[in-house]
């Protein structure tokens, strides 16, 4: 792309991510500098209780584009994920998750396509995970076909760029693994155009991943309903 985008907002929420964070920031800003005239770098820190908060704060001293939202106690995924998709201030926002497994980079590959979407959205071509958490995601993403007849590459891909446009006519109700989701299945309700793209998945450099306890899988289920509910009580 040689073209700059005038303004960009990027956030990575963040847990526990001490061992990753600060690298996480500098290969982010590196990469903004060349595709944004203006850009926000925004870490939700969702109730670390690790240097991750202590880190970033060090950071914003030194770099004005730098901001931080922080959760007190820990929320999980999905409040962080609200958090940091309604606390962006520019025109085009978007995310990656904090722990490396994503370059920055790629949003070359998103910007293109901008003008014509509304969001284009990333999956990963070859997933860096477990056997056990890439099984639980397919299953989650058959389910929410089936309850919503959203169907997308990869559903909770933490790799997505949207306008803010479309951000401020969502309202999210839940706060959890469903959240990302209900996200999707809400612009797709809502008739929005949406850009599939491949983005290569690289294995977590630092630090456990969390979110995939059995409670937290079950409580994405029992909300899946209220929000199929909601959404099918709203049509008719």
Known sequence: MSQKVPELS???????????????ISDADKVLRKVADRYEILVVNDGSRDDTGKIV????????CLRMIEHDPNRGYGAAFKSGL????????SFIDSDGQFDYSQITKFLPYIDNYDLVIGY???????FLRSLNAYVW???????????????DCAFKLIKKEVIDSIKLNTESALTSAE?????KHQGYRLKQVGVNHYPRRAGMQTGAKLKVILRAFRQSFALWY?????AS
């Open 86 to 93: 309604y606390g962006c201030k520019y025109n085009l926002v």
């Open 10 to 24: 990027l956030f990575l929420p963040a847990y526990n991510e001490a061992a990753n964070i600060e690298k996480s």
């Open 124 to 130: 990963r071509r070859k997933r860096s995970d477990s």
């Open 183 to 187: 996200f999707l299945i809400k612009v």
């Open 141 to 155: 993403k058959l389910w929410v076909w089936l309850l919503f007849g959203l169907w997308v590459k990869d559903i």
């Open 57 to 64: 704060k060090g950071l914003m001293k030194t770099n004005p």
């Open 230 to 234: 909601q959404l099918n009580t709203t």
